[in-house]
């Protein structure tokens, strides 16, 4: 066994082809990219080299959940009503995640929300959208002041819907 070579790389005897031969080359792979980038954002990339014990039901990394859900906790710990904000707009960020990792057809949280209703339990689906509401008023609503009892109504719903997908 020797030492990999690095894929670009061709010996001088096989090097070969005219300037111009590369440059059409080079002209066609930038089309090609160009032509495959829509397919690429559209179907995103396969995983891999990720172990399938990390992933639960369709593609949902567990560690990073717990990860995210752990800040979150933080955030509710250090109380102040922009660290509540801040952790219901992360939840619901981590509840969207955890959709599109299901993927869950649809452009925003509500349209995933709805396509996902046979995925929760009437009481999940009734707690993810109760949080969801919640985060909606934060962010289009400039005079609305969350209290930590909202807060943490807010996590504990988004709580409730997480662990029904996870």
Known sequence: MGYKVHKYYKPASRQGGSTEQKIVENI???LWWIVSFPFRLIFGKKHKGRSHESYGSGGIDRSFVETKWQEIEQLMRLGRPSNFARAVLEADKLLDHILKGLRAPGL???DRLKASKNRFSP?????AWRGHKIRNELVHN???EITDFMAREAISNF???IGELV
């Not at 009481?123 to 707690?127: I, K, M, P, R, S």
């Open 28 to 30: 066609f792979k930038g």
């Open 108 to 110: 925003t949280m509500g």
């Open 123 to 127: 009481e999940g689906l009734d707690a």
């Open 142 to 144: 400039s005079q609305y």
């Open 159 to 161: 709580k409730k819907a």
